[in-house]
Each structure stands twice: as structure tokens, then as C-alpha cells.
């Protein structure tokens, strides 16, 4: 089954401790992408990759961190975790058509569960 | 900038009702426009899309038309079900942005039987 996996689903962690969301997805995508949602805000980017050793910041990317070591995983890391980040996450992923990715023309963003992080 | 405004919610129909969720959009060029859909509990989904001007997505019996002339994008529905009930997202993704789709707030619909 086509799927992307976040994990943890939830968390709750203490300030300042250090933890990682994973996010997989099984479709050879190279697009993946990080979002957080916020009552009132809505869906904000927090850092997106084009394909293995790309990545690059979206709208909120402080005190946030990720890698693209392979193509099918793109963990996002909190150093230093703070109150304002309990938020809920959410990864997505696409595959590229042409020079971008599809979302552009299919709008095909295939999107994790979620993980709802709350720092203490 | 880029940016996606749409109606705040929460809007609450009886099962039957017709649905509009107005959604305005602000970009550069020729943009193409999606609604997604988020049920409880769940990511998002796409819903339906168009990708230029005058073009009309529909699914499960929601359409939206894109109007260049008025920059919007608003999402209907004929007959609303208690199964409808979710939050719904317009969402954009500008020429030349790699792709990067740019959501609105999100508005939460309620449809009770």
C-alpha cells in the first residue's frame, strides 16, 4: 500500500530535549516535504527536499533541522525543543514531473497522519 | 506575496444543504489551484484541482471553477452529507515555485442530520 509513515504519532517531551519525527514513504517520490498546522494558521512549510542531498527552508524553519540521506525518508529534528513548537506535524511527499514537482500540475501531495507533539 | 485567503469557519449545514467555501487567491503569473480535504483523525487529501483559468475541478460531487478575473477558487457542493463533514483547505502553487504548494487557513464544516 502507497503510504507515507510519520512516527512518533504523539509525543509529549520537556523543553530542551533533543527528538527526531521520522517520515517515510514507500512511493519513490522525490519530493518530500514538513509542515506544521496551528488553530487560526492554517498549513505553514517548515522545510522541504527535492530529491536525496537537497533541502531546502520553507516559511517556518526555525529551530528546526532535516536531512535527505535517502530517498525514501526525511526526518525532522528538534535540537532544542520550545512550548511555541507543540504544534501538529505533518509530511508529505510527490514525484517530480519534468523540472518540479507534480504538485505543481497535479496537485498529487500524498500526506503522512500526522504527529501531534506537545513541549512541556 | 503568494497567499491564499479563504472564509473562516466554522460553517455548520443540515445534512441536504448547498455548500460554498469562498477562497480568494493573490500570485504572480498563472498559478494552479487545488482544494484538499482533511477528515478527523487523518492528512490531508487532495480534492480536486484546476491548473488554469476558466478550468473546473470537481469530485464527490464538489466542484470549483477557476476565475482568473476575480482570483478565486470557491468550492461547492449541491447536497451536503454528514460524511462531508471535515476541514477544508484552497491551496495554490505559483509558476515557478518548484512545486511548493501555499495553503489557506483551513474551514471546518459541520453537517449535522
Known amino acids: 500500500e502507497a503510504q507515507v509513515t510519520q512516527n512518533p504519532r504523539y509525543l509529549i517531551t520537556v523543553t530542551g530535549k533533543k527528538l527526531t519525527v521520522t517520515c517515510s514513504q514507500n512511493?519513490?517520490?522525490?519530493?518530500m516535504s514538513w509542515y506544521r498546522q496551528d488553530p487560526g494558521l492554517g498549513l505553514r512549510q517548515i522545510y522541504y527536499s527535492m530529491n536525496v542531498e537537497v533541502t531546502d527552508k520553507g516559511d517556518v524553519p526555525e529551530g528546526y533541522k532535516v536531512s535527505r540521506k535517502e530517498k525514501r525518508n526525511f526526518p525532522l529534528i528538534l535540537e532544542s525543543p520550545s512550548p511555541n513548537q507543540t504544534s501538529l506535524y505533518f509530511c508529505?511527499?510527490?514525484?517530480?514531473?519534468?523540472?518540479?514537482?507534480?504538485?505543481?500540475?497535479?496537485?498529487?501531495?500524498?500526506f503522512g497522519e500526522g504527529s501531534r507533539l506537545t513541549v512541556l | 506575496g503568494n497567499s491564499v485567503t479563504q472564509m473562516e469557519g466554522p460553517v455548520t449545514l443540515s445534512e441536504e444543504a448547498f455548500l460554498t467555501i469562498n477562497c480568494t487567491y493573490t500570485a504572480t503569473g498563472y498559478p494552479s489551484l487545488f482544494w484538499y480535504v482533511q477528515y478527523p483523525g487523518e492528512g490531508l487529501q487532495l480534492l480536486l484541482k484546476?491548473?488554469?483559468?476558466?478550468d473546473k475541478g470537481s469530485n464527490k460531487g464538489f466542484e470549483a471553477t477557476y476565475r482568473k478575473e476575480t482570483t478565486s477558487f470557491h468550492l461547492e457542493k449541491g447536497s451536503v452529507q454528514v460524511s462531508d463533514s471535515a476541514v477544508y483547505f484552497c491551496a495554490l502553487s505559483a509558476e515557478g515555485s518548484q512545486g511548493n504548494l501555499i495553503f489557506g487557513k483551513g474551514t471546518k464544516l459541520s453537517v449535522k442530520p
Open positions: 508529505a511527499s510527490s514525484f517530480f514531473l519534468g523540472n518540479q514537482a507534480s504538485i505543481a500540475n497535479t496537485g498529487e501531495l500524498f
Open positions: 512511493m519513490n517520490h522525490e519530493y
Open positions: 484546476a491548473t488554469k483559468a476558466d
